[in-house]
């Protein structure tokens, strides 16, 4: 099952680079962002705003230091090691693609200016590698039950999609960004969980 996800997020991230310019990826990618256009509240302009920081680096940078002070007072330093690795390649690959591809951002009505190109989208693809690999080091480490390991699971779940989300409401990316965004993220995930499982074997 899970590899067949992989294949699907690889399908789906190749398919999103060479479609996104097609008329119909590109009257889809308006009609969402129009829709979020429609339902803005300053409530909601305030709760974006926030929410999209938790996929920033400003955010998602100290949580690793917090947690890799924690992994350290565990002696967890090959866990400390993957998650610096894993926090960098993500932003540097998220910078490769974005120069490779240079698709420009949307300029219908954005609630906050951001420069640099627009696909795949960085906080999607940040959030779901740093919090995705952050959910299985606490399942992982942590003697916890059952419905605690679920009501986590959900948790990061909902954190990564609320996310996602508030990169559309504030209109700074594309639908097919995020998606292209979670599915490279997902990739990168998972590598680096199938090597880290695999030493973690062998130690």
Excluded at 58 to 85: N, T
Excluded at 119 to 132: K, Q, Y
Aim: net charge positive.
């Amino acid at each position: 099952m899970k590899w067949t996800f992989v294949f699907l997020c690889l399908f789906i991230f190749v398919g999103l680079v060479f479609a996104y310019p097609t008329p119909f990826l590109t009257d889809f990618d308006v009609k969402i962002l129009l829709f979020f256009e429609d339902i803005r509240t300053p409530f909601l302009n305030q709760f974006f705003t926030i929410i999209t920081a938790l996929g920033s680096i400003k955010v998602l940078f100290p949580v690793c230091i917090g947690a890799s002070i924690y992994l350290a007072f565990k002696k967890y330093y090959i866990e400390i090691g993957y998650l610096w690795v894993l926090f960098w390649s993500s932003r540097g690959l998220n910078f490769i693609l974005k120069e490779w591809i240079k698709r420009d951002r949307p300029s219908l009505h954005p609630l906050i200016e951001i420069g640099e190109y627009s696909f795949p989208s960085g906080h999607s693809m940040n959030a779901i590698v740093v919090l995705g690999f952050l959910c299985y080091l606490l399942l992982t480490m942590l003697k916890i039950n059952k419905t605690w390991r679920i009501i986590w699971f959900l948790v990061t779940g909902v954190t990564i999609l609320l996310i996602v989300i508030s990169r559309l409401y504030l209109g700074v990316h594309y639908p097919t960004d995020v998606l292209a965004g979670l599915a490279v993220g997902y990739l990168l995930l998972v590598s680096f969980l199938h090597f880290f499982t695999g030493m973690r074997k062998k130690g």
